[in-house]
C-alpha cells in the first residue's frame, strides 16, 4: 500500500489531559483529536431566504475511542457553533456522553424532512389537498411526515471499530451497538473511524475473533444452526456476565451472537477456482453434473469442514439474508463518498478515512487500497 507523510496541524494536539492516562488511551485520545480537526463540518450560514433552521447534524459512535471524540468536539469546537448542531447517538453510551458535554441532543428517527418536502399539518385539510396532507391523515399513517423518508442526512459520523482491513472493511459490535451503529453510519454523508493502532490488520478476523450479529430472541437456535452450517465453527450468545443472568439485550431489546469465522479474504485475494465457487448456485431439484453444480456442492461441503475462505461482502450479504438476522457486525461495500458518487440513497457503510492513534505517539491516517495513506504528528 502506497504511503506519503504529511506534517500534523496544529489544531490536531490536544490540550493536556486532566487525569494521568495510560499510552494506549493517549493513542486513541491523539487520533479522537486530528479526526475532528481534520473532518468537524462548518455549519452554514444562516440566510434570510432560508426556511428551514440550517442545523448540521452529527453523528456519534460508541466505544472507548468515541469518549475523546466529544472530548475533542466540546474543547476545541466553540459554542456558538455546536448550537447550532445536532448530536445523534448510536446508543445509550453515545447519548450520555453528548449530554454531558453539553451538546444539543437529536435521535436518528427525529431528523427533520427536506426543504420544500414539509408538509400541511392544518386540521381542516383533506387528505387529498393538494396543498398537503391534513392532521387527520398523518393520525392515520396515510403519508410519512418526511414524504417516505427524505431527510435531512448527517453530515459526517465520527465512530470507532473493533477491527479495520486495509480496505476499510470493519468488524463492529463489540459494545453490542451494531444496528444503530450501522444505522446512523448509513445516514451521513461520510463515516469517519477512530481507533487505536491495535485495531488495523490486512484483513478482518486476524486478531478480533468474531463476527458480532444482532438477532430477534425467538430466532436464536435457527441462527445459531445456519451459522455453523456456513462454517462457523462455534456461534454462541454472548451473555450478559455476573450481572445479568441470560443473554446481554441491545438498547432495541435483542439479543448478540459472536460467530467465529476464518480470515476473511478482500476482493482479489483468491483464485479464479474459489471465486466460480462461490458465485455457483444450484436448486433442490436439480439433476444436473455441471461444473456449476459441483462447485456449489464443494463449497457446500468446504462450509461443513470450515475450509472454505468467505470474501468480506459475500459473508456479509449470506448473513444478512438469514432469518431472525436484525443486522451484523460487518461494515462493507461503498462508503459515503461513492455512494453519492454513484447517486444512491443514503451513506455507505465503510469510513471514508480511518484514524489510527500509534502506541509510541503520532496518528497514522488510512484510506481503502490504492487511495494512499499519510502520518500525522501529535502530542500530549
Known sequence: MSSTTTPSQSSSIPPPPSHPLTPLETAKRLAAYQAVADHFPTPPAISSTTTFSPTTYIGIGSGSTIVYVVEAIATTIPRETTARMIF????????????????????????????????????????????????????????????????????????????????????????????????????????????????????????????????????????????????????????????????????????????????????????????????????STSTSTSTSGNSAAEKKQKMREGRYRWEVNELAGRLKGIVGVVEHGLFCGWDGVEMQREGEEGGGQKPVVAYFGMEGGGVVVKTARGKGDREGGGGS
Not at 447517538?89 to 435521535?107: D, H, K, M, W, Y
Not at 386540521?123 to 418526511?146: C, F, H, I, N, V
Not at 463489540?174 to 463515516?191: H, I, M, N, P
Open 88 to 283: 445523534v447517538p448510536t446508543g445509550f453510551q453515545s447519548r450520555e456522553l453528548i449530554v454531558e458535554a453539553g451538546l444539543p441532543l437529536g435521535a436518528i428517527d427525529s431528523l427533520v424532512p427536506l426543504r420544500g418536502s414539509q408538509v400541511d399539518l392544518d386540521p381542516s385539510a383533506s387528505s387529498s389537498s393538494s396543498a398537503g396532507l391534513g392532521a387527520r391523515a398523518l393520525a392515520r399513517g396515510e403519508k410519512d411526515m418526511g414524504l417516505n423518508g427524505e431527510r435531512v442526512m448527517l453530515e459526517v459520523c465520527f465512530d470507532g471499530a473493533d477491527e479495520v482491513d486495509e480496505d476499510l472493511n470493519c468488524i463492529k459490535g463489540g459494545g453490542a451497538c451494531l444496528f444503530q451503529e450501522k444505522l446512523v453510519a448509513t445516514s451521513a454523508r461520510k463515516f469517519i473511524c477512530v481507533a487505536d493502532h491495535r485495531k488495523s490488520h490486512p484483513r478482518l478476523l486476524t486478531a478480533w475473533p468474531t463476527i458480532p450479529i444482532e438477532i430477534v430472541p425467538p430466532s436464536a437456535p435457527t441462527v445459531l444452526r445456519t451459522l455453523r452450517s456456513l462454517g462457523s465453527p462455534a456461534p454462541f450468545l454472548r451473555l450478559g456476565g455476573p450481572y445479568k443472568a441470560g443473554p446481554i439485550v441491545t438498547d432495541n431489546g435483542n439479543f448478540i451472537v459472536d460467530a467465529p469465522f476464518s480470515t476473511l479474504a478482500l476482493r482479489g485475494d483468491r483464485s479464479p477456482e474459489e471465486t466460480t465457487t462461490s458465485t455457483s448456485t444450484t436448486t
